[in-house]
């Protein structure tokens, strides 16, 4: 008798868990039927959250389709703005590389008027110990002539 317990017991331990599975199945699935399904309203439910589903769906692809073409114009935006700058920078070289050959000239005009400012001042310190000499040779020839 023995072994016909242990050969029973898996059979009764399936029947109760099959017995526990319908139980729970009548109750999750069984007790909110109160009534007939109405399949009308059902579908109707469900064409209204469909259309709402594809009303969102137009919204979205025309918020889509604006900001696509916000971007294609920021991309091109962006690739004409190193063209206008590079036109730019070339202007602004030009424009130093012009005001340094202006500078160059002014350097070398100053240079060539410090060059005649020293000699006039050397000419006029040479035509001053000239004058000098003469004076005193005036000064001294007339007190000799005076004599």
């Known amino acids: 008798m023995g072994e016909k317990k242990i ?30 399904t109405d399949y009308k309203e059902m579908l109707s439910k469900t064409i209204d959250y469909i259309a709402t589903i594809e009303h969102k769906n137009q919204t979205l692809l025309k918020t889509i389709d604006t900001l ?19 036109s730019r920078l070339k202007d602004l070289k030009a424009r130093v590389d012009s005001l340094q050959h202006e500078n160059q000239q002014l350097k070398q005009k100053l240079i060539t008027y410090e060059n005649m400012l020293k000699e006039n001042q050397a000419l006029k310190k040479k035509g001053a110990q000239e004058t000098k000499p003469a ?8 007190n000799t002539g005076g004599e």
């Open 7 to 36: 050969t029973s017991a898996p059979v009764v331990l399936a029947v109760i868990v099959f017995a526990i599975g319908l139980g729970l199945g009548y109750y999750l699935w069984g007790i909110q039927r109160k009534g007939p």
């Open 68 to 86: 696509e073409n916000e971007v294609d114009v920021l991309k091109k935006e962006s690739k004409g703005v190193p063209v206008e700058l590079e």
């Open 135 to 142: 004076q005193t040779n005036l000064g001294t020839t007339a």
